[in-house]
């Protein structure tokens, strides 16, 4: 009984004016996603909204309708980000991305949340854990609460010529700024404290040097 979806998907982002947004802080990879499908000139279109209601880019019209089908039956529909990209072409410059989706049945949702945190860790460190699993796979999910970890992932990406990843992992500045999401406000002091004492370092290290 099919209860359980996984899939890599690209999705695409409408004005390239606004497309750079999706490179701050707002958006950071392995951040979770709503899907919210709506009927736009007679299609259906699933945006994807972040955790500020800002939407930031929309899969294909055949994805989305896959996905309508899915939120028809009552399933719960997610994205994590995996990474964005920036494809230079002849009429200009895209923004585009990856996003990592997981839909399930709603009572597999506590052990699904489990596994989607342990998702979220290993997106935020570049690594693409397979995610699109056959029903004895799914079986095992639910049976250990969501501790199962498939071990098999995928291979980094190879952008082609004219593309450039703009962000596939967290950075420090991410990391420090995801602290602070969470509330760690130990661990994000502290490390805003070790970026001040090594910027120090190096303005007394330059100094030294220019004052010989």
Do not use: H
């Not at 009429?91 to 989706?101: I, Q, R």
């Not at 860790?121 to 609460?145: C, H």
């Not at 990843?165 to 002091?189: F, H, P, V």
């Amino acid at each position: 009984m099919d209860r359980y979806f996984g899939s890599y998907q690209r999705f695409d982002t409408v004005a390239d004016k606004d497309a750079g947004y999706l490179l701050n802080a707002d958006n950071l990879v392995g951040d979770s996603f709503e899907i919210d499908i709506v009927f736009e000139d007679k299609t259906r279109v699933a945006w994807l909204v972040n955790k500020f209601g800002k939407r930031i880019g929309f899969f294909d019209e055949d994805f989305s309708r896959q996905l309508a089908l899915m939120e028809a039956k009552g399933w719960v529909l997610n994205a994590y980000l995996s990474y964005v990209a920036y494809t230079e072409e002849a009429e200009g410059g895209k923004y585009w991305g990856e996003m990592a989706v997981v839909c399930y049945e709603k009572q597999i949702e506590a052990q699904v949340a489990t596994f989607t945190k342990w998702l979220s860790s290993k997106l935020q460190d570049s690594v693409r854990p397979r995610i699109d699993f056959d029903n004895g796979a799914v079986d095992k999910l639910v049976s250990s609460k969501g501790t199962w970890q498939p071990e098999q992932t995928l291979p980094i990406l190879k952008p082609e010529k004219g593309t450039v990843i703009m962000k596939d992992s967290l950075s420090l500045g991410d990391k420090i700024i995801e602290q602070g999401r969470k509330g760690n406000i130990g661990c994000y002091a502290i490390s805003w404290g070790f970026i001040i004492a090594i910027v120090a370092l190096v303005l007394f290290a330059i100094a030294g040097i220019l004052f010989l």
